[in-house]
């Protein structure tokens, strides 16, 4: 029987967090500067590729059909890179610089135990990278649905499954990773919400911004008092 995902073994401890998540979420989007701020990290996200991965997949991947599904997955990565670049114009608002901290691809990878540099420098192999891309694929179709359908040409369980030594290599791998993933969005969701509150991109009323900022300073009390 596979074993639970840490994800799955901690949803009732984030229950709340995930209601505030949600309800943070949907005020930052009622105004300019909050879409701004998302749609520019969005963009961020699918343009993480600055250190080569997909170029050195391609010299890697040695299958004529699966070298085409890795450059559909690359193009369609910039492909809606430009989209969502055009959202963004459109919006109207500068972009709210935002820190590294908030950089999910990153912060996945180093969950991950340094996933990206492992491949790049020949210590990791196909398949690691590929799962690495499969699970925060996982993540952005649980999180935005209406995304799946364009995902799913460029399917990276193929290149993940042709790579792997065994099934249950392929198992174990996978679930490290969306265990590392999980960590990873766990944090990242409450830094999101930290910055944008620390920022007033809410644009609350008084008592509203003192409920929000008292939230905050508890989660970095907590925060301090676990490290």
Not at 93 to 104: I, S, T
Not at 120 to 131: D, F, P
Not at 135 to 158: L, Y
Not at 189 to 204: A, N, V
Request: charged share 35%; with cysteine; proline share 5%.
């Amino acid at each position: 029987m596979k074993s639970q995902s840490l994800e799955a073994r901690m949803t009732g401890a984030f229950d709340l967090r995930r209601f505030i998540s949600d309800f943070y979420l949907k005020r930052l989007l009622c105004n300019p500067r909050g879409r701004a701020l998302m749609l520019n990290l969005m963009v961020d996200g699918e343009e993480a590729d600055e250190q080569g991965v997909f170029d050195t997949l391609l010299n890697r991947v040695d299958d004529a059909e699966l070298c085409k599904l890795v450059r559909v997955h690359r193009d369609d990565e910039f492909r809606h890179a430009e989209l969502l670049r055009e959202r963004l114009a459109k919006v109207g608002v500068e972009p709210e610089p935002f820190p590294p901290a908030l950089r999910m691809v990153d912060r996945i990878d180093r969950h991950a135990g340094g996933q990206v540099a492992a491949f790049l420098t020949g210590r990791g192999g196909v398949m690691e990278a590929y799962l690495l891309l499969q699970v925060i694929e996982e993540r952005a179709t649980r999180e935005v649905p209406k995304i799946a359908d364009a995902m799913r040409p460029a399917d990276p369980e193929a290149i993940s499954r042709r790579y792997a030594p065994d099934p249950e290599t392929l198992e174990r791998s996978l679930s490290r990773l969306r265990d590392a993933e999980a960590r990873a969005f766990a944090e990242h969701s409450w830094e999101f919400l930290r910055f944008g509150i620390e920022r007033d991109l809410l644009e609350p009323s008084g008592l509203e911004r003192l409920l929000w900022r008292s939230l905050v300073a508890l989660s970095n009390l907590a925060h301090a008092r676990s490290a």
